[in-house]
């Protein structure tokens, strides 16, 4: 009797991997049509730093003609030369705008055209200017609520709005938001930072199902840690919650988190995740997100009541963090 159960469920397993090896295997098939960004004109915002520069450089070094924003010139024009030496042909340019994303959307408007005009028409647009801050909820006064909103969220509407109708006239495109891993989970200290990052996924969600029937697909990133000079200045303000949470996965390099955005992008995936950690949330996060493939669908259904497990394990070991480290401060006699 045992032997016959056994056979069942050994049949059993064999069949549901069999059926998952066919999807992966037939996956290619069922998602868009790759992106080649040889030739294309790929504009990246927030482009002079950290993630930024690392998705320009990786898209000049396939061949792409680049537009890189930022605010400040030094830093763009110091990018730019950094970006040039990894040209693989003598056509590419590199182009530099100056100007703030979050303020004025005709202005941002302006300037796309004016980039459009010199490198063609945008193919791939990466919203990647942001910035952020930790602090507790009630220590952020509400100037730093809107300038967040403002640039992580605005900053990346207006610059979308620039690209968008061409994109939809030509058939072809792609978008993508930079969001955070603490834009899939809310963390301790990022009660602003994670509302804009949430923000873009809403965003991310209803704009695919508009411009799918023209053949455009958007990308969210969710990155982890990264070291970026960002990512150094927001450590130097860090709270001691925030931190000890943030050293429970490793901190990557941009060079990494940028190769996995431009490949996510280019296939046209919709959630573009980095490492074992980053694709445990996307699958439990992925609510009605769209899916790329049958194969990633059924992945994420079958994963999902598993990783719920995981996820509150995780949870609760952050919470307990939080309670240590109010304990230690009690002991130490620190205030709160
Ligand atoms: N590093 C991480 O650990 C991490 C993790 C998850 C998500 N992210 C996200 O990834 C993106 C890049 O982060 P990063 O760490 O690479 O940042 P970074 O090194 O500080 O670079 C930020 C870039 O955005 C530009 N920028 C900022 N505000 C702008 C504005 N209002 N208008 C135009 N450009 C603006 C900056 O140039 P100017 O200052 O000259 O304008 C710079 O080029 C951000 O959206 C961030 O939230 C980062």
Do not use: W
Request: hydrophobic share 45%; aromatic share 8%; net charge positive.
């Amino acid at each position: 009797m045992t032997g016959v159960v056994l056979l069942v469920v050994a049949t059993g397993v064999a069949l549901l991997v069999a059926f998952l090896l066919l999807l992966c295997l037939v996956a290619p098939l069922t998602g868009p049509k790759p992106l080649s960004l040889s030739g294309a004109h790929v504009v990246v915002t927030g482009g002079s730093s950290g993630i930024g520069k690392s998705i320009a450089i990786e898209c000049f070094k396939q061949g792409a003609f680049i537009t890189i924003i930022a605010r400040n010139e030094n830093r763009l024009m110091k990018a730019k030369q950094e970006i040039e030496k990894f040209s693989v042909n003598d056509k590419q340019v590199v182009h530099t705008v100056s100007v703030d994303v979050s303020k004025d959307c005709t202005y941002v408007e302006k300037v796309l055209k004016q980039a459009q005009e010199k490198l063609g028409p945008v193919d791939m647009l990466v919203n990647c200017a942001g910035t952020s801050v930790n602090a507790k909820f009630e220590e952020l006064d509400a100037g730093r609520f809107e300038q967040l909103m403002a640039v992580n969220y605005l900053g990346s509407v207006y610059p979308t709005r620039a690209v968008i109708t061409t994109m939809k006239e030509r058939r072809l495109g792609r978008i993508v938001f930079v969001s955070s891993q603490a834009g899939q989970v809310g963390l301790f200290g990022y009660t602003a930072y994670s509302a804009t990052k949430f923000a873009l996924r809403g965003l991310a969600e209803a704009l695919q199902m508009e411009v799918k029937p023209y053949n455009i697909y958007i990308t969210v990133a969710y990155p982890p840690d990264t070291d970026t000079p960002g990512f150094q200045e927001e450590t130097r303000h860090k709270l001691l919650e925030t931190k000890m949470i943030s050293e429970a996965s490793s901190i990557c390099q941009p060079d990494h988190v940028a190769r996995i955005i431009v490949k996510d992008a280019t296939q046209g995936k919709f959630s573009s995740a980095i490492g074992v950690d980053g694709h445990l949330l996307a699958i439990l996060t992925s609510g009605m997100s769209p899916a790329f493939s049958i194969a990633d669908a059924f992945a994420g259904i079958i994963c999902m009541g598993l990783f719920r497990f995981i996820g509150l394990y995780f949870l609760t070991s952050f919470n307990s963090i939080v309670l240590r480290c109010m304990v230690q401060k009690e002991k130490s006699g620190k205030k709160d």
